[in-house]
């Protein structure tokens, strides 16, 4: 009865995958197509897998430079996301006082504002510093991401017993050094963890790069995406090598940290 009931499973998994993949086979194939070939079969494998739709989407999107700038933005927010977080966190953690649990709180109810409340004020507020670039966008990605992982580290830091800070003290360590030494190491599952939930937001986000962002060549991929689409709305073979292209990044950064992400996610979830 078991080993029936493992086959359904099977199965069901097996039909579940390929409906997840069907919207990836049906952009990769088409891809290769010609608008006419599209417009008469779309499920088909295409009659020659030519490149020239690649080429042609990969000039239009002006594709190093966007992925140059998605990666900078991404790579430098959330690296200044994991530094600040960790380190709030961490004083918040050991600092039991009035004065901590409320700036805690205060960061944790951060989390339920939306960000359409804000959005306007913010920009208004940037362009009078003229910050409406790509330094600006940093700024804005560290103070909205900060919350849930301060929220995250903070929960794993009190896993983390006392009794390593005092240690470390005793040996001579001042309290940075007990930081990066002996505490941030300790946290690296939930590191990882915080660097995915925040990598797949950044890289993906598209509202708030619209409204900051407004100098020509400093569009991200997503960005760069829309303005392609609205230009090529009716040619569906560049508007899908174009989507393939952007995609290829985000499945060649899983392929080589999948390990990691794995691992984060199931540490992160027993501690």
């Not at 960790?86 to 006082?97: D, E, F, P, V």
């Not at 609205?230 to 080589?256: D, M, N, S």
Request: glycine share 6%; net charge neutral.
């Amino acid at each position: 009865m078991k080993k029936k009931w493992d086959i359904k499973l099977e199965v069901f998994g097996g039909l579940l995958a390929l409906l997840w993949l069907a919207p990836f086979y049906l952009m990769f194939v088409n891809s290769f197509k010609s608008k006419k070939e599209i417009f008469m079969d779309t499920i088909s494998l295409p009659e020659q897998w030519s490149f020239d739709n690649y080429i042609t989407a990969f000039e239009e999107l002006d594709f190093m430079r966007t992925l140059f700038n998605s990666l900078l933005i991404t790579v430098v927010s959330v690296v200044l996301i994991i530094v600040f977080s960790a380190m709030a966190a961490y004083a918040l953690s050991r600092a039991k006082s009035r004065l901590s649990t409320v700036l805690f709180f205060t960061f944790v109810a951060a989390m339920l504002i939306p960000f359409q409340s804000v959005m306007i004020p913010l920009v208004t507020v940037f362009g009078q510093f003229e910050m409406l670039n790509r330094g600006g966008l940093i700024f804005m990605y560290l103070g909205f991401g900060a919350s849930l992982s301060i929220f995250l580290y903070h929960g794993a830091l009190n896993n983390v017993p006392r009794s390593l800070d005092e240690a470390a003290t005793i040996d001579g360590a001042n309290r940075w050094q007990v930081f990066w030494h002996i505490i941030f190491p300790i946290l690296k599952p939930i590191t990882v963890t915080v660097a995915i939930l925040n990598i797949i937001w950044i890289w993906n986000d598209y509202l708030l790069p619209s409204l900051v962002i407004n100098t020509p060549g400093s569009e991200t991929i997503p960005l760069k995406m829309f303005f392609f689409f609205g230009e090529y709305t009716k040619q569906w073979h560049l508007a899908l090598a174009g989507l393939t292209l952007a995609i290829v990044p985000v499945i060649i950064f899983y392929f080589f940290a999948q390990r990691e992400i794995i691992k984060g996610v199931s540490d992160g979830a027993v501690k």
